[in-house]
């Protein structure tokens, strides 16, 4: 029912397929208008003059408009003229009427193919900005963590479910503090700017809180104060009425010289739990002992957060990530299941661990998925290894790894 995740290159081996046919596409495009023209010569010539290929020498600069740069599209149109005339002339039929009409006809279509080359260009320039900004945008809101921070190794990965988006309502963050190393993971309900909006509340918060307070329950807290406060200055027009699932986890430090103390703390409020990963394979999910609800949800009830201290050994890996990956579907409407998948696989490090995942969530759903995913990948050195294990390969377990 799945590709085994420890074959890492399955996801790849399709994306490259796919950009292959997507070149085997893109040639012909470029081929198509000379072979529409050259194909038009050759039917004018082995058919009777009654038979006129004008039709074809229109299609040609049409086909060129919305593929190809304005100049290249102009050639089309030119040639596709010269054509027209030079058949006529070859005919004897360049002074007869329905050759002049036919030599209009192709000589207007081609100034309408320079047009629609011209508004072409002119949207992929404005979509072209647009990208940049949301870019920017992406950047300035969701930063991508640094490859290390206080001494873990760090990996992020956001997939948006839309095509060229870039920024959606999931959310992370993660910075060393004089209290260990915090991070958020979190996502908002919504979609759309009022989404974007909130993981910029959230973040901010985050960045601020963690700095300062003592307790990692205290940064819970004014994460949830921040959504108040937005919600209250929204209210009338457009108030919040969502809510923001979130894990919040510390790793602290331990005796002061950068090593840990062994520990990580971890407030769950209504997301989907984090899994660790140890070095020999095995896989635990950090569950919550109580249920809590969302970010946003105060005044449904209170109750004091409450941090569970899980161990964290030296080797072992923490994952985060949204309900875009445990409610990914593939065509039978199975969720994918990432303990069940992870479990028994070694990986050299939390980049190759959230490339591998990636690539199995999208051999799961056969490549489409109607939510954002963002995934977050701590991993703890051991002593004396090496900074990254770049050779040691993914291992699935029994040698396999295939599901019934």
């Known amino acids: 029912m799945g590709h085994p995740l420890g074959a890492v290159g399955g996801g790849r081996r399709r994306d490259g397929e796919g950009r292959r ?37 229109s299609a040609a600069p049409l086909i060129a408009a919305p593929f190809f740069s304005t100049l290249t599209t102009l050639l089309t149109g030119i040639a596709a003229v010269l054509a027209s005339v030079g058949l006529h002339l070859y005919n004897g039929t360049a002074a007869e009427i329905p050759s002049l009409t036919e030599t209009l006809t192709v000589l207007t279509v081609s100034a309408l193919a320079l047009l629609i080359s011209r508004v072409v260009r002119r949207s992929g320039e404005r979509l072209a900005s647009a990208r940049v900004i949301a870019e920017t945008a992406q950047k300035a809101v969701l930063p991508t963590p640094a490859e290390r921070i206080g001494g873990l190794q ?36 919504g979609k759309g700017m009022e989404a974007v909006e909130a993981v910029a509340v959230v973040i901010g918060a985050f960045r601020e809180a963690a700095e300062q307070e ?18 209250t200055r929204r209210d009338g027009l457009d108030a919040f009425e969502g809510f923001t699932t979130a894990v919040l986890a510390e790793i602290p430090h331990g ?36 249920p809590a609800l969302p970010l946003g949800m105060g005044d449904l009830a209170t109750w004091p957060d409450r941090a569970e201290g899980r161990p964290y050994p030296p080797g072992a890996t923490l994952l985060f990530y949204t309900d875009g990956l445990s409610e990914a579907r593939n065509a039978a409407g199975v969720f994918y299941d990432p303990g069940e998948r992870l479990a028994g ?6 980049e190759e661990l959230l ?34 294990r770049r050779t040691m390969p993914v291992v699935p377990p029994n040698g396999s790894g295939h599901r019934p």
Request: glycine letters at 12%; charged letters at 25%.
């Open 21 to 57: 046919s997507y070149g085997r596409a893109r040639r012909f495009i470029r081929a198509l208008p000379p072979l529409v023209i050259v194909g038009g010569v050759a039917f004018d010539l082995s058919t009777p003059p009654a038979y006129t290929a004008a039709p074809l020498f």
């Open 154 to 189: 760090c990996a992020a990965r956001y997939e948006a479910a839309q095509a060229d988006a870039f920024i959606g309502g999931d959310l992370f963050a993660v910075q060393d503090t004089p209290y260990g190393v915090r991070l958020v993971v979190g996502d908002v309900r």
């Open 214 to 231: 003592r307790a990692l329950e205290g940064v819970a807290q004014r994460l949830e104060r921040a959504l108040a406060r937005e919600g």
């Open 255 to 290: 005796d002061g010289s950068g090593t840990f103390d062994g520990f990580v703390r971890v407030v769950n409020r209504g997301h989907p739990p984090p899994l660790l990963l140890y070095a020999d394979g095995r896989l635990d999910t950090l569950d919550p002992t109580e």
């Open 345 to 350: 696989r070694i990986f050299p490090g939390p």
């Open 355 to 388: 490339d591998a995942l990636v690539d199995d969530v999208r051999l799961h759903t056969g490549g489409g998925s109607t939510d954002d995913m963002a995934l977050l990948a701590l991993s703890r050195p051991a002593a004396g290894q090496p900074e990254r």
